[in-house]
């Protein structure tokens, strides 16, 4: 539950055997949810891609294994449902910044205004990832 608009969390993913996939919906209220494709070798590698999910347009959306995952409330009171195929593990939690400069993700909202956690604030680079990539296209 996010109570305001503009929370903007993520991009959150588990490493090696805890890698989880991921079916949400919103049961009340929008957001932006974001995905990003960080697996090494993969045509899409290092690409994102972003869609509305909202109570009104009844979307959900399936985030594989060997993606990113976050998202930015478009307004208050945001009811979020996650459906994972593997149980969280704080050992091998992992994470990109939303604010990457190489993934150029186009979040409908200014960085400063963001409301986020200190986790998602520290959040590694891409290009610190890259050098840590745990997920191999075709073997996730």
Known sequence: MSAEAGVLRGLHFQRGKAAQTKLIRVVTGAVLDVIVDVRAGSPTYGEWEGYIISESNHRQLLVPRGFAHGFVTLTDN???????????????????????????????????????????AKQQTFKEFEQNNLFVYGEI
């Open 78 to 120: 945001v009811n979020f449902l996650y459906k994972c195929d593997n149980y969280y593990n704080a050992e091998v939690d992992g994470g990109i910044t939303f604010m990457d400069k190489d993934l150029n993700i186009n979040w409908p909202i200014d960085y400063d205004q963001a409301i986020t956690s200190e986790k998602d």
